[in-house]
């Protein structure tokens, strides 16, 4: 039980700092290398450590993937971040255009590729009028782990939340679709707060916040068929999600499958969107769960949190709960944790909990989520970097507001 434990702190320890401490082991590499630990020490039969990783779940998200990396491929990210470039507005209101088309799009398309596929084209676009990244860097990353709350669809970590909770679409999005929404104002109005008078870069005229598209960022190639097939696809998956009782997995994965099968864009260029890093992350984290957990020590700790008053299976204290834990392990690693041990009660109320707490508390801090380190990452290699000081600045007062805003619409509906 000893050596089960220290592997199981150690890999969540990683977790926390992002690597694990005095070697090159990143997050991924430390999940996998928890699991490997686990079954060569003996703590879990390979087929128990098969049986712990949840298909249904790896095969929604890898469908929805696939299904976001079609958007991608076909031009769709830089025809809506030039279309951005051609609004003339005040920063002020393309930072509220900003939030509002990152919330939308992460609820619809998981939230990771939309950030992936978007950031670039935002810093491009900041740059070239002359305009301080930084607060729409924020803008964007919040709410895309805002928006992506709302919907099972929106993130991994709801897909995982949904799959464990045998939530139907209808059922999530409707206890957690609204406070997702209310929580992109809340975004908006401290970022505006903020960065008032800091909107333009040192030596910027204003004048090139009005610049024409061209310059702003060169016409990309746009495949509007491909544009359209994605479109119609996912209308019907969000269609069938919500109007038939098919095995959500076998939904996303034939609608993956459907794009794919392409005569324009070859496959392979589809499949560079789908994070494999994440599938070994969650498998290995999988692994490293199951054998935790068949020491029987989670059990007894969460039965003491209850007698002490805690009790997981209340929303607000899992949205609080699931929150704090997002922000020392990361969002996917905290649902992962967590769901073994808070069945029962509402399950739609539990899975709104959770999936708000997890992504609206996880912009805290950078590595609260896999968005936030992709838009810092990202930004930094194209010459926008933003701070951890800075992010948690903002990010602070983004939180409280937004959990306090999913907090009073849980006791609403409980």
Request: glycine fraction near 10%; proline fraction near 5%; include cysteine.
């Amino acid at each position: 039980m000893t050596l089960t434990v220290a592997i199981f702190l150690a890999t969540y320890v990683a977790m926390a700092l992002g690597r694990l401490p005095g070697f090159r082991v990143d997050r991924t590499g430390a999940a996998l290398l928890g699991a490997i630990a686990m079954l060569v020490f003996g703590k879990i039969d390979v087929d128990a450590a098969w049986a712990s990783v949840s298909f249904p779940t790896m095969a929604l998200l890898f469908g929805l993937m696939i299904v976001s990396g079609a958007f991608s491929v076909s031009g769709f990210y830089g025809w809506l971040a030039a279309r951005g470039a051609a609004l003339e507005l005040a920063p002020a209101k393309l930072l509220a255009v900003m939030i509002v088309t990152s919330g939308v799009l992460s609820s619809i398309l998981t939230n990771d590729v939309v950030v992936v596929a978007m950031v670039p084209l935002l810093v491009q676009l900041c740059l070239a009028r002359g305009l301080n990244t930084t607060p729409f860097l924020l803008g964007f990353a919040f709410a895309a782990n805002a928006g992506a709350a709302g919907t099972i669809i929106g993130s991994p970590q709801n897909m995982i939340i949904a799959q464990g909770l045998d939530l139907s679409f209808v059922g999530l999005m409707r206890a957690a679709l609204p406070p997702s929404l209310l929580s992109l104002v809340a975004i908006w109005g401290v970022l505006v707060m903020l960065y008032r008078g800091r909107w333009m870069l040192d030596g910027a005229a204003p004048a090139s916040a009005t610049a024409q598209p061209s310059q702003v960022l060169p016409e990309l190639p746009l495949d509007r068929v491909e544009i359209a097939k994605a479109a119609i696809v996912t209308a019907l998956v969000v269609a069938a999600f919500c109007l038939t009782a098919w095995p959500r997995e076998l939904i996303a994965l034939a609608a993956g499958a459907v794009l794919l099968l392409n005569r324009r864009i070859a496959s392979a260029d589809v499949m560079k969107h789908v994070d494999g890093d994440l599938f070994i992350l969650l498998g290995g984290l999988f692994v490293v769960n199951a054998a935790f957990a068949s020491t029987g020590i989670p059990q007894r700790m969460i039965a003491d949190l209850t007698q002490w008053g805690l009790d997981l299976r209340h929303p607000v204290t899992l949205l609080v709960g699931s929150g704090v834990v997002s922000d020392i392990v990361g969002n996917n690693p905290a649902v992962l944790l967590l769901m073994p041990y808070i069945q029962g009660g509402n399950p739609e109320q539990t899975g709104a909990a959770m999936a708000l707490g997890t992504a609206l508390a996880s912009n805290v801090v950078v590595f609260g989520s896999l968005a936030g380190i992709i838009v810092v990452e990202q930004a930094a290699k194209r010459g926008a970097p933003v701070s951890l000081a800075e992010f948690s600045r903002a990010g602070v007062p983004v939180s409280l507001i937004s959990m306090l805003i999913a907090a009073g619409w849980l006791l609403l509906l409980a």
